[in-house]
Structure formats: C-alpha cells, structure tokens
C-alpha cells in the first residue's frame, strides 16, 4: 500500500491505522494521539503542501509589505516610485490572493475529511489543483517582478499588464476551484458512506458556506478575467472600464467573504481546541453562515459608491438594506463566539464578575490569543469602520484615502491571517506532527503581530481623515508647484503606521521563523499527544 | 496532558445537544461594540456635515 506522505511509513505514521475503517482504505488514516480526531493521510499530505505554499506567499508578501510601509511613511520615504507601485501590486497579490488562498484550501481539506471522518474525495484533483495555484502564483510573481505588471492589484482597465499576469491569476482562480470541488466531492462521500451521523459539525458548515461563495466568486473572477486576459493579447478590442470594475468587486469583494466565512470557522474551531467550547445554539449560528450567502454579493457595491458608472438607489439599496444582513451575520458570530467561550469557561468554575472567564482564559496558549486578538480586532476595528465606511455619504469623505487599506488590514490582516496564524499552531503539531521551539516566543508572537497591525491600521485610518490618498508614492509633492497640504497631524498618523508596520513585519517574520523551524526540524511528535501550549 | 484539545473529538461528536448558559460578559462586550459604532459613525456624520453644508 503507497504510503501518502513522503516520509517512510515506518518513520513517522507510526499510529496508522491498517484497516480500512469508514471509507478511509487500509492504511490511509490515522487516529490523532492529541484531539482522537482521524486524519485522512492523503489530506493530510495536501494540507501540509498548502501550508506551506501558504507561508512562502505570506512571506514575500510581507517583505514588500515592509518596503511599502518604509515609503508611505515620509520620514523614511524609502523606494522610488517605480518600486512603490511593484511592490504593492505584489504585496496585495501575494496576501490577499496566495497567502489566503493556500490556506484556505488547506481548511476545506482539513474541515471535510478530519471533521467528516471521511476520505478526501480526489488525490489527483488536489494534485492538478495545488500544482495549477502554484504554478499561476509563480507566474504571476514572476510578470511583476519583471516589471510588466504594475497595475496594482486590481489591475483596473484600462491599465494593461502583461498576459501572463491574467494568466496566472485565471490558473490561480481555476486551482482554487478545483480544490473547493474536491471538498464538495469529499461531502458528497462522506455522506454517501455514511461517516458521520447527523448533521455536519458547525466548522464544517461553515467552511460549506465559505466554499459555495467561493464558487459564486471564482466564477466573477473568470467572467472578468477571461476577457480582460484575451485584451492584453490583442485578440480583444476593447474591455469595458465601467462593465470591469463592476464584475472585478464580483471577485474582489466576495473573496472577502470566503474569508470572513473561513475566519468564523476558524474562530468556533480553536474555541473548541483550546477551551473546549461548544456552539451555543446551532440554528442561530448555521442562520448566520446562510446570510453570508444570500447577502454577500449585493453588498460587493460599496466598493462602487463614488463610481460614476452605477446609480445612486442600485447603490444606497445594496450596500443598505442588504449589506446590513450581512453584517447582522458578522454580529452574531461576533457575540456567539465570545459567548460559547464563556459558557466553558464558567462551567470550568471561572464564574467570578462579569470578565472573570475572560481573565483566566488560556491567554499564554497562542492558539487562543490569536483567536482572540483576531475576534477583538475584526469586531472594534474591522467591523465599526467598515459599516461607517460602507455609507454612501461619507464614503465620499474616505473613498480613495489610507482608510480603507486601514479599515482592511483590520479585518483581513488582523482578523482573518491572526486566525490563520493561531491555527498553525495546533496544524503543525497535530498535522505535520511536531513541536514548536522556542515557546515563550510563540506565545508572544499573536500580542506583537496583533498590537502592530492594530498600530498601522489607526495611523492608516486617522491619515485617511486628514485626506491621505492610498496608492500614492509622495504625499510632499516634492517639487510641486503648490503645497502639500497635509499637516502635521497626518505626519503624526503617518509615523504611526509606519512604527505599526515595523512591529507587524517582526510578528510576522517570528511567525514564518517558528513555523518553518518547527516543520522541518521541530521534534517528532509519535505516538503521544502534543505538548500542550 | 493538553485537556481541552483531548476532548475536541467528543465536543465535535455532542456538538448539537445544547445547555442552559448565562452569558453577561459577552453582553457586556457586545454593548462596548456598539456603543463604539455609534461614537465613530455619529463622529462621521458630523465630520460629513462639517464639509458639506446644507443650506
Ligand atoms: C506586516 C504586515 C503588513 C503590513 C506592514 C502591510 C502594509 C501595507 C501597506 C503599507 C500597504 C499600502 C497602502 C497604500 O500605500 O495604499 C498595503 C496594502 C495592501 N495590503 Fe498590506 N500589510 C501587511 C499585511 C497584509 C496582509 C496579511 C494582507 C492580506 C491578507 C494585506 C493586504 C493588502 C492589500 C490587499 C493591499 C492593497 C494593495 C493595493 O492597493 O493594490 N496586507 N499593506
Ligand atoms: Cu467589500
């Protein structure tokens, strides 16, 4: 029997089990010594790929991340303008697109076979898969870095990049929807073989829900990229600027709820593996996930609320009354998450006051404080500034301002990729099986990457309110004719995101830093359970 | 031993048999929330007027 992971059998899967049992065939699963949850080898062997094509992304995107952060902040004004621009087209792809989607691959993987107690659906799905998204990340990396590609990353038309840029994105979205098809193959038999009993876990729900609007997603993103693909290589006339910002925010913005969605799951999992909570009431939280999926789509109009493209009621209509059941969604995971945590955490004995529960959580266990972090951020910073934001009337005040990079990197930086960051630290021990170094630092590392970002984010928000454009090389207009007009309080917010972003760079680097050493040379972990965090 | 990881699997399996619960701290947090929205988003309003002038 082929072993599916690369290292010899008799070296590592030690607890394989060499039965077939479920659906899982004989010796193609094994039974974790840590949570008793059985893992599917085959998916195990693809969430280790993904995490770690998930990692590389993480860290090219946060070395530019770095350089841009060093040249918006005027004190340092660090690259030329060229390189300003590169580097942020690549920064967004490699974060929002690689990084994001390779875990979250991962997750869907992860979320219907261990959960389902069922097989992955297609090994050689997961093959074409993961191989397309690597192989289109490359390209696309490689257009811009090369200089032919510096469109930003929504590559509005008509800026026009190099073909392989769209190529590699239509590879990316296309690998992406294989892997969600073998989720979908993956539920369909694991309840064709009967391997659960009842209805699904929340997790899984929820990753359901995550992956049905990536369909919706992936499907806008090939209906705009196809054509505009077709353009740059001159076989196309003409793509329609107004027609293409419209259909992009189709994949743009919903993409963010793939996100969200993944996030939430995340969350309600590492509430469950660190305090042992369970969802208070299943009906309320699957009603949530079912907002996501009707309303999402509708509210992708607030990225369009100063075009002058689209109608004022099509406009106040979607990004209201729909994107408010939306975030109702949002609100309720928000409250039911904290809550289930407390429901645990009072059962355990911790009843003292209204915040004892939350005082004697296992704030040392990054796994929680990245979960936690990641709840607080998202809800106070991401979730207050977006609704503002997403009123037709003042997104006039802040269209095209620092504060939307800094309404965003509180939701999909310190929301979503702190969540990612908090899961990796039980993937590594329960998938790749083995033990992190040097704990005292990765239980620091969610509070350093956590108060960074939230640094960056305020500077970025409050340099907004004072006019401070995103995208934009030289706010000093060096050589101008007129002056600059920005005074010395955006200067403030400014060096604030910019002492934000270097915080957030050390995070992060001590994120990919501990997990890398802990992958390939952490201690094995066999036949026991993990250390504890 | 790690406690709560050992009983994810049990927790995954009893999931959908649901308990009484009091939950007053996350109220507490959630009022702290909302309570922030209405600060930031009635600050934008003033801050929209403050541009705009209707006359
Ligand atoms: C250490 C962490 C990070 C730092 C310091 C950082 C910093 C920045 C800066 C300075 C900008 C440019 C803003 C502008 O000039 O308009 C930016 C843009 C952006 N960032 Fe980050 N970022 C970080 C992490 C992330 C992550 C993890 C993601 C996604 C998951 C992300 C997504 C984006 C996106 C989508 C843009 C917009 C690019 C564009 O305008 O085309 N960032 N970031
Ligand atoms: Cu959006």
């Known amino acids: 029997m082929a072993n599916a992971v690369a290292i010899p059998a008799s070296h590592e899967e030690s607890e394989v089990i060499t039965k077939p049992v479920g659906n899982h065939a004989a010796g193609n699963s094994r039974t974790c010594d840590t949570t008793g949850l059985p893992v599917c080898l085959t998916a195990q062997l693809f969430i280790r790929l993904n995490a770690v094509l998930g990692v590389v992304a993480l860290l090219a995107g946060g070395i530019a991340a770095l350089l841009i952060a060093l040249t918006r902040w005027p004190a340092v004004h660090l690259l030329d303008p060229v390189w300003y621009y590169r580097l942020t087209t690549f920064h967004g792809l490699n974060m929002l697109i690689f990084w994001i989607l390779f875990m979250e691959v991962g997750i869907l993987y992860f979320a219907s076979t261990t959960l389902l107690n069922s097989r992955l659906f297609s090994k050689g799905m997961a093959w074409a898969s993961f191989v397309m998204m690597v192989a289109g990340a490359v390209l696309v990396d490689v257009t811009i870095l090369g200089g032919k590609a510096d469109v930003m990353m929504t590559s509005y038309v008509p800026l026009k990049a190099h073909s392989n840029f769209y190529l590699g994105i239509i590879l990316v979205a296309v690998g992406t929807l294989i892997g969600v098809a073998n989720f979908f193959g993956t539920l369909y038999i694991a309840k064709r073989d009967k391997t659960y009993a009842g209805s699904v876990p929340l997790v899984v729900f929820g990753a359901t829900a995550a992956a049905i609007i990536a369909v919706v997603t992936l499907l806008h993103g090939a209906l705009v990229m196809i054509p505009t693909w077709l353009w740059s290589m001159d076989i196309l006339k003409e793509v329609d600027a107004g027609w293409y910002r419209l259909v992009w925010w189709g994949l743009g913005h919903q993409s963010q709820q793939v996100n969200v969605c993944a996030m939430v799951s995340v969350w309600y999992f590492l509430a469950t593996l660190t305090t042992g909570a369970k969802p208070l009431n299943q009906a309320v939280c699957r009603g949530a996930f079912v907002l996501y999926i009707l309303f999402i789509n509708l509210a992708s109009a607030h990225h369009l609320l100063v075009d002058p493209g689209v109608g004022a009621s099509w406009k106040i209509w979607n990004t209201s009354y729909a994107m408010y059941l939306a975030v109702l969604a949002s609100m309720i995971h928000g409250f039911t998450v904290p809550a289930s945590v407390e429901t645990a955490m009072r059962k355990k004995g911790h009843n003292r006051g209204l915040f004892g529960w939350l005082a004697a959580a296992p704030w040392k266990n990054p796994g929680f404080s990245a979960f936690f972090l990641s709840l607080l951020i998202f809800g106070f910073i991401g979730g207050i500034t977006g609704v503002t934001l997403g009123t037709q009337q003042i997104n006039i005040l802040a269209h095209n301002t620092l504060r939307i990079p800094g309404h965003f990197h509180s939701t999909v930086v310190g929301g979503t990729s702190l969540a990612f960051m908090g899961l990796a630290y039980y993937v590594v021990p329960l998938i790749f099986k083995r033990e992190y170094y040097a704990r005292g630092l990765a239980r620091v590392q969610p509070y350093l990457f956590a108060v960074g970002i939230v640094l960056m984010s305020l500077g970025m928000s409050f340099a907004g309110s004072y006019g401070v454009p995103r995208r934009h090389w030289d706010i000093e207009f060096t050589g101008a004719q007129f002056a600059p007009g920005f005074g010395s309080g955006a200067h403030v917010m400014l060096g604030l995101m910019g002492v934000g972003a270097v915080i957030a760079f050390v995070g992060l680097l001590t994120f990919i830093l501990l997990t890398v050493a802990a992958v390939f040379f952490g201690k094995k972990i066999e036949n026991r359970a993990m250390t504890p965090w | ?55």
């Open chain 2, 1 to 55: 031993m790690p406690e709560n990881e050992e009983k994810a699997a049990e927790v995954f399996a009893h999931e959908h048999e649901e308990e009484e619960h009091k939950t007053p701290g996350t109220v507490v947090l959630t009022l702290a929330l909302l309570i922030s929205f209405a600060v930031y988003y009635f600050a934008n309003w003033k801050a929209l007027a403050d541009v705009w002038h209707v006359r």
